[in-house]
């Protein structure tokens, strides 16, 4: 069975937001593997996070996780690819 790296763009509410924060609590999400720090518009960054989890596995419960983490305004998927 393979392997299936997902990067979810994580949004912060503004630019007043601990990313230091935010970026704890997504190393401490199931299958995370790395991230990023990126600017993305108006002086604010986004965190991309890349994810790898087995082929069969879902990823709704990554999503719930990264939406409920505090100063987090949006996520977006990025990228969806096999390992």
């Known amino acids: 069975m393979g392997k299936v790296v997902i990067i979810y763009s994580v949004k912060p509410e503004s630019p007043d937001v601990d990313l230091d924060a935010i970026k704890e ?3 401490k999400i ?3 593997d790395t991230l990023e720090v990126k600017d993305f518009m ?7 996070a890349t994810f ?3 082929e069969k596995g879902g990823t709704e419960e990554i999503e719930k ?3 409920s983490i505090k100063g987090v305004s949006s996520i977006s998927q990025e990228a969806f690819t096999l390992a």
């Not at 108006?42 to 991309?48: A, N, V, W």
């Open 25 to 27: 609590e997504i190393k």
């Open 30 to 32: 199931e299958h995370f």
């Open 42 to 48: 108006f002086g604010m960054k986004q965190i991309l």
């Open 52 to 54: 790898i989890l087995p």
């Open 65 to 67: 996780k990264l939406e």
